[in-house]
């Protein structure tokens, strides 16, 4: 028994935190990275690599539904924390590796999941009946296609533990046939394996016959904006239409969580956290980090004029990657074209090359650090929503006909910022007025106008 | 072999096929290289993070005790089968690969084509990344395959090329004769380009660093999307072996064997390959990973032309001498 709890002891200083960011808690999930650095544990990259499954914010009720499905595919030893309150993080912590390491604990948790393989008795069925019903009455059922196998957007076909076999193909086989029956679908004649229909045929981009996935990116993906989900249809790695959406949060945030946040700090923090995004997807580790120590460091409080220099350095070395230059040559997000307004242009964000865009906003920032205001006048947030809405509606035309990883760079190079969408999806027109915008744009980090006090 | 035998080469460079039973020893032998190697991965990573790095160099048993208390987990209408096949198959395949690779004067397979053995063995991991992406029937594990091939197809052709170029200066495919051919001068320096092709080639079986495409994080993690416990485990400590078993190769091929001042020939052997495997290593935190489809571009345009003028080189100086 002493060497089993020190084994655990051991293996929980090395915890991989698989994170859900929801619209609007960006801020939340960089606090979180940056406690996960200092303990030197990793962030996950899919649910199977996961021990601690992190939620950051208060999920709404279709993501929460998502978040479920993918503690289910935690292998376990696994254990959920929930931050909503920054100070708590690091206390919410210490209790998931004490969670982590109740052996006893973790084996009945072990012991229940087998024993749900029995049908009647499953939360998850719940959660795959009520989806079902609430889009019973929609007319458009692309995505039901999706729930049935698996939204978590980490695999279409859903994952199970050996020994629940049944129950995945229970649950996968019974929505399928479900749509079928009901006449909703246009897949009766489908065949299915263990409940997932098998890959349908089409010509490619050189015209030769290919196998058509439709898989869901996001909304758990990591470097990829909050609560954002793509329905790719794949042939190959190849994205021949995606149809784009947003799972929004429950609440907008109300905590305003980096203490002496001014509107340039909060700027500078996003444009990092942009960085460490396109950095870390490009493959490029190093820089990232440093974009997240920088980003980190700034959240943190620190005075952000001593950060100019270091801000300056990274833009230099990423200037001079030979490597990243060869990477990302080519992949352009026209924003202006793709949007219909002028605004994409009046801003400070420049269009066009992903390289130069990165380039770009490490020079912001060190703009920023340096002076310590705007250059020049920053959206409001009306604006800022109704940006990222035309993004967003350009997004799918510009993936289509894009591979995963060109797709993966475009949508990080893009800077979405989904939590003001999300909540201007929920009150369309909403000018900017009272709390709410005020907390929206703390978090959304395009810096509000009106809360300017330089 | 008695060709071997003149008086120039009699000294340490005589190459002994010693007993199977020694074959023990190679199994913990290279799962150490690779807990060294992970070890020192991990402290750069963590020097990286502003972490102390003596903190980082531990890591990877905290990962090791991680692993073995996971669940292994499979998808569903997995080909478990071939998914398993893949998995366990990395350490197998960098084993069988360092059995041609003498340690000082010993080696425990004198082959008389070890040199092909090695390349045949590196195409087997052709197949086992494959099947690792195939049998988790989830897309981004099979991207994760796919690119992994496309890159294979572009470090292949100069792979064989780089390793043909050592074969042809000794005249010989057994690896024996190759540190035999390096007693005045290491291939090393007049072979340059076949010694970086052939690192750089390692470095794709390895999908390490800059070749690390087919585990991406843009695709989730692509082959170890959907790996758990005990098999992540195998997969993760198979790629640090090949990477191990690559570096060691090296040293027979082009740095001279167990060749060197006052230190024993094998000690040697292992300090080489230490220098090589920890220079593959920090690769990895200097550049940004490539993408394979940029990447085929250059690898036939210009990376194989350049080997096979290496080899060209190399045939007419061997002809001359």
Request: aromatic share 6%; glycine share 10%; charged share 20%.
């Amino acid at each position: 028994m002493g060497v089993t709890a020190q084994v655990a002891r051991l293996a929980a200083t090395a915890t991989h935190v698989l994170i859900v960011e929801v619209p609007g808690w960006g801020e939340t999930r960089m606090l979180l990275e940056a406690e996960l650095d200092r303990r030197g544990w990793t962030s996950a990259l899919s649910p199977a690599d996961a021990d601690l499954l992190a939620i950051c914010g208060i999920p709404g009720e279709e993501l929460g539904a998502v978040c479920d499905r993918v503690w289910d595919q935690l292998p376990g030893p696994r254990t959920r924390v929930n931050l909503t309150a920054s100070a708590r993080i690091p206390a919410l912590l210490d209790a998931a590796v004490a969670d982590l390491v109740d052996d006893a604990r973790q084996r009945h948790d072990a012991a229940s999941r087998s024993r749900s393989s029995v049908p009647e008795d499953s939360p998850p069925d719940a959660v795959g009946h009520d989806e079902h019903g609430a889009h019973e009455a929609a007319p458009a059922d692309a995505d039901l296609e999706d729930s049935g196998a698996d939204e978590a957007g980490m695999d279409h076909e859903g994952m199970d533990h050996e020994g629940m076999d049944h129950e995945g193909m229970g649950h996968g086989g019974m929505d399928h046939e479900g749509m079928g029956h009901e006449g909703m679908g246009h897949e009766g004649m489908e065949m299915l394996v263990h409940g997932i229909p098998l890959a349908g045929g089409g010509d490619d981009r050189d015209g030769l016959e290919m196998d058509v996935l439709t898989v869901p990116l996001g909304p758990v993906l990591s470097h990829w904006p909050a609560g954002l989900v793509v329905e790719c249809v794949l042939q190959g790695d190849v994205i021949v239409s995606a149809d784009v959406r947003i799972l929004a949060a429950a609440s907008a945030p109300t905590e305003l969580k980096t203490p002496m946040a001014d509107a340039p700090r909060r700027r500078l923090i996003r444009l990092c956290d942009q960085a460490v995004q396109l950095l870390a997807l490009a493959g490029w580790g190093s820089a990232a980090r440093s974009a997240c120590q920088l980003r980190d460091a700034a959240a943190g409080g620190v005075v952000i004029a001593d950060q100019a220099g270091a801000l300056d350095r990274l833009r230099r070395r990423v200037e001079r990657s030979v490597a990243l230059r060869w990477s990302l040559k080519g992949l352009t997000v026209d924003v202006a074209s793709g949007g219909t307004d002028a605004l994409a242009m009046s801003g400070n964000e420049p269009s066009g090359d992903i390289r130069l865009r990165l380039i770009e906003w490490l020079r912001e920032a060190t703009d920023l650090a340096d002076t310590g205001q705007f250059r020049v006048q920053p959206l409001t947030d009306a604006q800022a929503a109704q940006e990222s809405q035309n993004r967003l509606a350009a997004l799918p035309e510009l993936l289509r006909g894009t591979d995963l990883a060109t797709a993966r760079l475009l949508v990080a190079g893009l800077g979405l910022d989904t939590a003001v969408v999300a909540s201007y999806e929920v009150s369309p027109r909403h000018a900017g007025h009272g709390d709410e915008p005020h907390g929206r744009a703390s978090h959304g980090g395009e810096a509000d106008g009106g809360v300017v006090h330089g | 072999m008695a060709a071997r035998l003149t008086a120039e080469s009699f000294m340490a460079d005589v190459i002994v096929q010693v007993s199977p039973a020694w074959a023990v020893l190679a199994p913990p032998g290279l799962l150490l290289f690779a807990l060294a190697g992970a070890g020192l991965n991990s402290a750069l990573t963590a020097r990286s993070a502003g972490r102390p790095f003596l903190s980082g160099a531990s890591a990877p048993l905290a990962q090791v005790a991680r692993l073995l208390r996971q669940r292994r987990q499979v998808t569903v209408a997995a080909d478990v089968l071939l998914w398993r096949v893949g998995t366990g198959g990395l350490v197998v395949v960098a084993l069988l690969k360092i059995l041609v690779i003498p340690l000082g004067s010993w080696t425990l397979a004198d082959l008389d084509a070890g040199v092909v053995w090695f390349n045949t063995m590196d195409v087997m991991i052709w197949a086992l990344f494959w099947l690792i992406g195939w049998g988790a029937n989830s897309a981004h594990a099979l991207v994760g395959g796919y690119r992994f091939l496309s890159l294979a197809v572009a470090y292949e052709l100069p792979l064989m090329f780089a390793l043909t170029a050592p074969a042809v200066a000794a005249r010989s495919l057994r690896v024996g004769d190759v540190v035999a051919a390096q007693q005045d001068l290491w291939f090393v320096i007049w072979m340059p380009i076949a010694f970086i092709v052939f690192c750089g080639s390692v470095i794709g079986f390895s999908s390490w660093g800059p070749f690390s495409a087919a585990v991406g994080r843009d695709i989730a993690g692509g082959l170890l999307t959907d790996v758990s416990g005990i098999d992540r485990l195998l997969i993760l400590t198979g790629r640090y072996a090949v990477l191990t078993a690559g570096a060691a190769f090296a040293v027979p091929l082009f740095l001279g064997g167990g060749a060197g001042p006052l230190l024993p020939a094998w000690l040697w052997t292992i300090v080489k390959t230490a220098l090589v495997l920890a220079a593959l290593i920090a690769i990895r935190h200097r550049l940004p990973t490539i993408r394979p489809d940029r990447f085929a571009e250059v690898a036939w345009i210009v990376v194989l032309p350049v080997t096979l003028l290496q080899v060209l080189i190399v045939a007419m100086m061997a002809k001359g001498s």
